[in-house]
């Protein structure tokens, strides 16, 4: 396709479960970012990547939010022991070089509800 | 933390009037953006402004930046049925930086 796509678009989780949330990027855009978008809030960064390192992760609430980006195109966000206070959703956007003014392009979302 | 604080939080007009939403922020920036997000969407790029601009125009949008008071405004002109949305500024420091998102105001246009 041809925007950022994210999967799955709502997760439900208990209390003291993992998750692992997904995000493929525009095809051949080397920067990614995650940001978590609680209810009535607008969207907080939380880590960036270039290709598939991960140059910024001054925004992981704590030491249970993991992201990787192994080959440098599909990341992933992956939670552990899931929070109430880490429902929200997921937001992930990414970007190129070429663009003008590093222009991010989002995907819909994941709405991570944790029970 | 969210740098950015736009107000109103909420705001309902009718069809065809205009729209001011504003936002502050605190340090110093680059860019500033704003995006419109619908329910179940993703966030859309509206406009840009840069840090030396003071003024800038897209269609119906006119947004205004005052860097010496860390504030701007974004106005919708004649607006639609189909402006309800949330509007966010987001400021960044150049480059390949992660944005720095305000709260966002609601805007609703009743028909």
């Known amino acids: 396709g041809a925007g950022v796509s994210q999967s799955p678009r709502y997760k439900v989780a208990k209390r003291g479960q993992d998750v692992a949330l997904r995000c493929d990027p525009i095809?051949?855009?080397?920067?990614l970012f995650w940001y978590q978008q609680a209810l009535g809030q607008g969207p907080e960064f939380l880590t960036y990547?270039?290709?598939?390192?991960?140059?910024?992760k001054s925004g992981l609430p704590s030491d249970r939010f993991f992201a990787e980006r192994p080959e440098g195109s599909v990341s992933t966000l992956k939670i552990q022991r899931t929070q109430q206070e880490d429902s929200a959703v997921y937001l992930c956007?990414?970007?190129?070089?070429?663009?003008?003014?590093?222009?991010?392009?989002f995907g819909p979302g994941t709405r991570l509800t944790v029970l | 933390s969210q740098q950015g604080e736009e107000d109103p939080q909420a705001l309902s007009i009718q069809e065809g009037e205009n729209a001011t939403m504003n936002c502050s922020y605190k340090?110093?920036?680059?860019?500033l953006r704003w995006y419109r997000q619908n329910s179940g969407r993703g966030l859309v790029h509206l406009i840009l402004?840069?840090?030396?601009?003071r003024e800038k125009h897209s269609g119906r949008l006119r947004v205004t930046l005052d860097t010496s008071k860390k504030s701007s405004s974004l106005l919708i002109t004649a607006s639609r049925a189909a402006d309800t949305a949330s509007y966010f500024c987001?400021?960044?420091?150049?480059?390949?930086?992660?944005?720095?998102f305000g709260k966002g105001t609601h805007l609703i246009i009743q028909p």
């Open positions: 956007a990414s970007s190129s070089p070429r663009l003008a003014l590093g222009e991010q392009f």
């Open positions: 095809s051949g855009h080397v920067s």
């Open positions: 990547f270039q290709n598939e390192a991960q140059l910024d």
């Open positions: 340090t110093s920036i680059n860019n």
């Open positions: 402004i840069r840090s030396n601009e």
């Open positions: 987001a400021t960044d420091g150049g480059g390949a930086d992660g944005l720095t």
